[in-house]
T-cell receptor, first 117, second 116 residues
């Protein structure tokens, strides 16, 4: 196991197109997080899953964004009708949560850089 | 709203100089605190973390940080930087609320440039 992986690493799309990103967390990590990072800023939380349940969504996550984690393993983040403002690095992280009380550190993937032209 | 503030956007040091990067957060409850580092072309990596206990925590590569609860601060330090420490450093806070969240709130980052 080599850590969190994301695919693709780069995506260039035209405005109005739909895109989908994939994240494979560290195996047996039950929590999976999506963040977005723009130039000169720290990552901003988008949403997270505990196993297959999506438990929290940021108000940054407009209705054009949807995330899934159907079997509690990998996750996908889809952006419909992309806009230029969606251009950013999309980061995935995973962690192990025990008994709903203890969350250990999050391990980040390399990110998917989205450019909307 | 909860926020994390890093005092410097860009710090330039010569090798062997001492480093201190400031981080303050605004949340009155119990928190976990983290420093992540992002080397050029690489992904975010955990540098060190504070969960509880001794407020002075040591991380990898000679870094340490001190949690001062009364000041809501978690400053990162290193006595002598190396050229290889050139990277972007992010402070992050996680609120500890039972059975909720776990999301990290990041500061805007500090870019460190170390001159050989």
């Amino acid at each position: 196991d080599t850590g969190v992986s994301q695919d693709p690493r780069h995506k260039i799309t035209k405005r109005g197109q739909n895109v989908t990103f994939r994240c494979d967390p560290i195996s047996e990590h039950n929590r999976l997080y999506w963040y977005r990072q723009t130039l000169g800023q720290g990552p901003e939380f988008l949403t997270y899953f505990q196993n297959e349940a999506q438990l929290e969504k940021s108000r940054l996550l407009s209705d054009r964004f949807s995330a899934e984690r159907p079997k509690g393993s990998f996750s996908t983040l889809e952006i419909q009708r992309t806009e230029q403002g969606d251009s950013a690095m999309y980061l995935c992280a995973s962690s192990l949560d025990i008994l709903g009380r203890i969350s250990y550190e999050q391990y980040f993937g390399p990110g998917t850089r989205l450019t909307v032209t | 709203a909860q926020s994390v503030s890093q005092h410097n956007h860009h710090v330039i040091l010569s090798e062997a100089a001492s480093l201190e990067l400031g981080c303050n957060y605004s949340y009155g409850g119990t928190v976990n605190l983290f420093w992540y580092v992002q080397y050029p072309g690489q992904h975010l990596q955990l540098l060190l973390k504070y969960f509880s206990g001794d407020p002075l925590v040591k991380g990898i590569k000679g870094f340490e940080a001190e949690f001062i609860k009364s000041k809501f601060s978690f400053n990162l330090r290193k006595p002598s930087v190396q050229w290889s420490d050139t990277a972007e450093y992010f402070c992050a806070v996680k609120k500890l609320v039972y059975n909720q969240g776990g999301k990290l709130i990041f500061g805007q980052g500090t870019e460190l440039s170390v001159k050989p």
